[in-house]
Nanobody, 120 residues
Framework: QLVESGGGSVQAGGSLRVSCVASGYTYSSYCMAWFRQAPGKEREGVATISRAGGSTIYIDSVKGRFTISRDSAKNTVYLEMYGLEPGDTAMYYC????????????????WGQGTQVTVS
């Protein structure tokens, strides 16, 4: 089970940190990622992080502004977002998979319920 929190409403240029707590499985054996879905648009991957946290991938539109990290002791993955833009407005979802490639967006098959981020 994945449970997200930390979303909210901010003005453009502001920052937020969203969190995702994992339970019910061996967290450290899973690739983790954040996806987002804006109204009327398809869900897109935003960032991935490897099992040990040493490798991360970001989509171009968030590079330099977002940081994904994980805390194994807390079974938690974070997405820190800076310089937020109205185009970042979306429902943000935490996701996980146990396959080989953490960079493969199509393999993520365990999802949280989402947390809303609104930038005005």
């Amino acid at each position: 089970q994945l449970v997200e929190s930390g979303g909210g409403s901010v003005q453009a240029g502001g920052s937020l940190r969203v969190s995702c707590v994992a339970s019910g499985y061996t967290y450290s054996s899973y690739c983790m990622a954040w996806f987002r879905q804006a109204p009327g648009k398809e869900r897109e991957g935003v960032a991935t992080i490897s099992r040990a946290g040493g490798s991360t991938i970001y989509i171009d539109s968030v590079k330099g502004r977002f940081t994904i990290s994980r805390d194994s002791a807390k079974n938690t993955v974070y997405l820190e977002m800076y310089g937020l833009e109205p185009g970042d407005t979306a429902m943000y979802y935490c996701a996980a998979h146990s396959g080989a490639l953490c960079s493969d967006w199509t393999r993520y098959n365990t999802w949280g319920q989402g947390t809303q981020v609104t930038v005005s």
